[in-house]
């Protein structure tokens, strides 16, 4: 019998950046290659998607 399975992976990655945006930029460029580099993430593992957005210390407390 075959089951599929839904996994979620969280984290939190620290950057030094002049905005939001970059800060989330930067992290993308970071995931992106990770993903291509590791193909088996997407082709085995089922990874179909990233999401994230950049939050402040004063947010994250």
Do not use: C, P, Y
Not at 16 to 39: H, P, T
């Amino acid at each position: 019998m075959k089951f599929k399975v839904q996994w979620i992976i969280d984290g939190v990655m620290e950057v030094d950046a002049e905005s939001d945006e970059a800060a989330e930029a930067l992290v993308d460029e970071k995931l992106r290659g990770f993903i291509v580099a590791n193909a088996e993430l997407t082709d085995v593992l089922g990874a179909s998607a990233i999401q994230g957005h950049a939050i402040t210390d004063d947010e994250a407390d």
